[in-house]
C-alpha cells in the first residue's frame, strides 16, 4: 500500500511551510511537494524587510530554509518534485508527479502567484538589482531616488503612492491615454507633486552596468524614444496565479485565483488554498503565513470529523 498521508502540501512558500510546520506539530503526517527550492517567490527576494522578527531584515533565501527547516523540526517532510497533474476529489487525493503519485487525505494549495513580466532582455539577470515587482517589499531601498513605475491599473496606481513617499521622483509609464485604475486612485494621484506621467508608453529596453541605471521607453502614438535615467523600475502589469493544475476541478475566479475565503477552504471537501494563489485583498509573505496556520487548524478539525 502507498502511504497516504494526512496532509500534502503542494508547493514551498511561506504558506505551505507555515501550514506543514502547524500540521506537523499538531500530528498529523505532512508532506510538501515544492518544484524549485523553498521560500518560492520569496527566495527570489534579495531583502525582506516587512516581515517580523527580523530587526535588520533578512534575505528571502534564508528566510525560505529557515521556515523548511521550522517546518521538519517537527515531521513535516520535503521531496522536490514537479507536480504534472492532480485528482482533488474523494476520500484520498492524488498528486502525480516525476517522482511519483503521493497520497493525501486533505491537500493544501500553496502554489503562489508570478508577476507578469515586461519580457525584456535582462529583465531576469536584473531582478533585485534595479527591477522589481513588489513596491511594498523593495520600496524602501530607493528613499530620495528616482524610480519608474509600469502600470496603469489599481495595483500599480497604489503602488506609485507607496513610492511616492520614499522616492524623490516617480515616473509613471503607462501604455494608454488614461489609467484602468478606479477613479477613486486618480484624485489623489494627481496630487502628487513628485510622480510624473508618460502617457501612451512602453519600457523597451533596459540599461545597466553591475545594475540598472535607466531606460528607455518609446511612445507608442508618435514612435518617439527617450532614455530616462533612474536608480529602480517597478513593475506593475498584474500577476498570474499558478493554477492551471487546477482548472476543472477548483473553482476559480475571473482571474485564475483559486475562490478561498479567510478559511481557506476551496469548493472542495479536504482541499484548502493559502497565499498568494487564493482571492484575497493583500499578497504579502505575512498574510500567505497567516493563511498557512488557519489551514492546518481547519484541517485538523475536518480530519477529526471525519474519523467519528
Known amino acids: 500500500m502507498e502511504k497516504v498521508y494526512d496532509v500534502l502540501v503542494l508547493g514551498g512558500g511561506p504558506g505551505g511551510y507555515t501550514a506543514a510546520m502547524y500540521a506537523a506539530r499538531a ?9 524549485l527550492a523553498a521560500g518560492g517567490q520569496m527566495a527570489l527576494t534579495h531583502q525582506v524587510d516587512n516581515y517580523p522578527g527580523f530587526d ?24 522536490y518534485a514537479d507536480v504534472q497533474s492532480v485528482e482533488l476529489e474523494g476520500t ?5 508527479t516525476d517522482q511519483g503519485t503521493f497520497y493525501g487525505r486533505t491537500v493544501i494549495v500553496a502554489t503562489g502567484a508570478n508577476p507578469r513580466k515586461l519580457g525584456l532582455p535582462m529583465e531576469q539577470e536584473l531582478m ?4 522589481h515587482y513588489c513596491a511594498a517589499c523593495d520600496g524602501m531601498f530607493y528613499r530620495g531616488k528616482t524610480v519608474i513605475l509600469v502600470g496603469g491599473g489599481n495595483s500599480a496606481v497604489a503602488d506609485a503612492l ?10 509613471l509609464v503607462h501604455r494608454r491615454d488614461t489609467l484602468r485604475a478606479s477613479k477613486i486612485y486618480h484624485e489623489p494621484l494627481e496630487q502628487t507633486k513628485n510622480i510624473e506621467f508618460r502617457w501612451n508608453s512602453e519600457v523597451v529596453s533596459l540599461h545597466h552596468g553591475d545594475r540598472l541605471d535607466g531606460v528607455t521607453i518609446r511612445n507608442k502614438v508618435s514612435g518617439e524614444e527617450e532614455r530616462i535615467a533612474c536608480d529602480g523600475v517597478f513593475i506593475s502589469i498584474g500577476r498570474e496565479p499558478a493554477t492551471a493544475l487546477f482548472a476543472g476541478q477548483l473553482e ?3 482571474t485564475g485565483y483559486v475562490v478561498a475565503g479567510e478559511s481557506t477552504k476551496t469548493n472542495l471537501p479536504g482541499v484548502y488554498a493559502v497565499g498568494d494563489v487564493r482571492t484575497k485583498a493583500v499578497r504579502q509573505i505575512v498574510t500567505a503565513t497567516a493563511d498557512g496556520a488557519v489551514a492546518a487548524h481547519e484541517i485538523e478539525e475536518y480530519l477529526a470529523a471525519a474519523v467519528v
Open 27 to 35: 500530528g498529523l503526517s505532512t508532506l510538501v511537494l515544492e518544484r
Open 92 to 96: 484520498n487525493k492524488k498528486l502525480h
Open 128 to 131: 533585485g538589482k534595479g527591477v
Open 56 to 79: 535588520e531584515g533578512v534575505d528571502g533565501f534564508t528566510l525560505g530554509m529557515k521556515m523548511q527547516q521550522g517546518a521538519e523540526r517537527f515531521g513535516a517532510e520535503t521531496v
Open 162 to 171: 507607496v513610492l511616492s513617499r520614499v522616492a524623490e521622483k516617480v515616473i
Open 252 to 254: 476559480l475566479d475571473e
